[in-house]
């Protein structure tokens, strides 16, 4: 076999202990989270050969790599926001297809919750007040703000409503409902989300995701690695990454994300069409994070996404695409950058261990998904990565 011809396969996934971890650090869930992916994929760590990480450490990936008792010979710590580990994903799967690597596992880890509650961390108003974010920071721009601001451009061109938005709240906490390692499972109405106290205009709390404890890890390997797993291949058939802008001035337009460009690249390089996905896994800081990423991929037309939210769609019993089927970051967990956690559920989903949860193919009950896509997104539209997953 030659290199750059070689399948890869998600072997091996895992989430640490999540929700409220009060008696565990950054580093101890990464371990926890590694552990249980190479345990779920039945692999030793010493096939490990490459390393992916972001967010952790002067040196990440290094110190973690150090913590986890492992010498990769490939590494990578790009680090766009919740878009990190879509993106990372994307690049483990060429190195391997490449032959620089043969397994590549990546971590990630957060007690953001716990060190709130600790006072070991406040709350800032941006990422930094140098280089482009200096012409905003002044005038009080948070990131809530800027996707309030987002949220609004679409109210305003396109007629979605307030009620829409909140029906994607509800919508992943009738999801989270049927996981039983969701931290919020207590079913929300419309009404609920709508009174709820007011954070950024149109946002209320629970157009908001939550903040939590956690880690989450996934292992890829070479196809001829997967005759030696305890567990069915998840193939990688197509991904693609973009980024699109630093300060809100240079976004060309409110209405439109990166997944725009990363979802049609992803889509083309796996051959296959939005149509045919089964179940989406999608970034989910805010409300409107869902709504438009639906559009930008390609499931609704552009300014269609509140009325195809609207019907139920998402959910996991009934709907017709099933999103965020563990809850999301709206109800499940959300510790950070978590787009590595959509893969850890797509992969579930794919391999039929959703439980209580688990979504079947179109038009098929009782058969597991053929195909599903995950796809992050980071900072406030900034980047974006997108994977199409699918299973034999």
């Given at each position: 076999m030659s290199p750059g011809s070689r399948k890869v396969a998600v072997v091996g996934v895992?989430?640490?202990?999540?929700?409220?971890?009060?008696?565990?650090?950054?580093?101890a869930?990464?371990?926890?989270?590694?552990?249980?992916?190479?345990?779920?994929?039945?692999?030793?760590?010493?096939?490990?050969?490459?390393?992916?990480?972001?967010?952790?450490?002067?040196?990440?990936?290094?110190?973690?790599?150090e913590y986890?008792?492992?010498?990769?010979?490939?590494?990578?710590?790009?680090?766009?926001?919740?878009?990190?580990?879509?993106?990372?994903?994307?690049?483990?799967?060429?190195?391997?297809?490449?032959?620089?690597a043969n397994a590549v596992l990546l971590v990630y880890g957060s007690t953001a919750r716990a060190d709130i509650k600790a006072g070991r961390r406040t709350g800032n108003l941006s990422f930094g007040s140098r280089g482009p974010l200096q012409f905003e920071v002044p005038y009080g721009h948070t990131l809530i703000a800027k996707y309030a601001m987002a949220a609004r451009r679409h109210m305003v061109?396109?007629?979605?409503?307030?009620?829409?938005?909140?029906?994607?709240?509800?919508?992943?906490?009738?999801?989270a409902a049927l996981n039983p390692e969701a931290m919020f499972r207590d079913p929300v109405t419309v009404d609920d989300v709508l009174s709820g106290p007011m954070i950024a205009d149109p946002f209320t709390k629970l157009h908001c995701c939550i903040r939590s404890d956690g880690g989450a890890a996934v292992l890829l390997a070479a196809e001829e690695f997967v005759r030696d797993c305890r567990t069915a291949p998840v193939w990688i058939l197509g991904a693609g990454e973009h980024v699109s802008h630093s300060a809100m001035s240079?976004?060309?337009?409110?209405?439109?994300?990166?997944?725009?460009?990363?979802?049609?690249?992803?889509?083309?390089?796996?051959?296959?069409?939005p149509d045919e996905i089964d179940f989406a896994e999608l970034y989910d800081?805010?409300?409107?994070?869902?709504?438009?990423?639906?559009?930008?991929?390609?499931?609704?037309?552009?300014?269609?996404?509140?009325?195809?939210?609207?019907?139920?769609?998402?959910?996991?019993?009934?709907?017709?695409?099933?999103?965020?089927?563990?809850?999301?970051?709206?109800?499940?967990?959300?510790?950070?950058?978590r787009g590595l956690f959509l893969l850890v559920e797509a992969v579930r989903q794919l391999?039929?261990?959703?439980?209580?949860?688990?979504?079947?193919?179109?038009?098929?009950?009782?058969?597991?998904?053929?195909?599903?896509?995950?796809?992050?997104?980071?900072?406030?539209?900034?980047?974006?990565?997108?994977?199409?997953?699918?299973?034999?």
């Open positions: 895992a989430l640490s202990d999540c929700g409220r971890v009060d008696d565990a650090t950054p580093y869930l990464h371990a926890q989270a590694a552990r249980r992916a190479l345990a779920d994929a039945g692999l030793d760590r010493a096939v490990v050969d490459g390393f992916a990480s972001a967010g952790l450490g002067t040196l990440a990936p290094v110190e973690v790599a986890l008792g492992l010498r990769p010979t490939w590494v990578d710590s790009t680090s766009v926001g919740g878009s990190t580990w879509e993106v990372m994903a994307a690049h483990a799967a060429d190195a391997i297809a490449a032959g620089h061109e396109h007629g979605t409503t307030i009620e829409q938005l909140a029906q994607v709240a509800v919508q992943a906490r009738a999801n240079q976004w060309p337009d409110f209405t439109t994300g990166p997944a725009a460009v990363s979802g049609r690249l992803a889509f083309e390089r796996a051959g296959v069409r800081a805010f409300t409107y994070m869902t709504l438009v990423t639906l559009e930008d991929l390609g499931f609704c037309g552009k300014g269609e996404g509140g009325a195809f939210v609207d019907k139920g769609r998402l959910l996991v019993r009934g709907g017709e695409l099933p999103v965020n089927t563990d809850g999301g970051g709206l109800s499940a967990q959300h510790p950070g950058m391999r039929g261990e959703g439980g209580e949860r688990q979504v079947w193919r179109r038009g098929r009950t009782g058969e597991p998904p053929r195909l599903g896509v995950a796809s992050g997104t980071g900072g406030w539209f900034c980047s974006s990565g997108t994977l199409v997953l699918g299973r034999d």
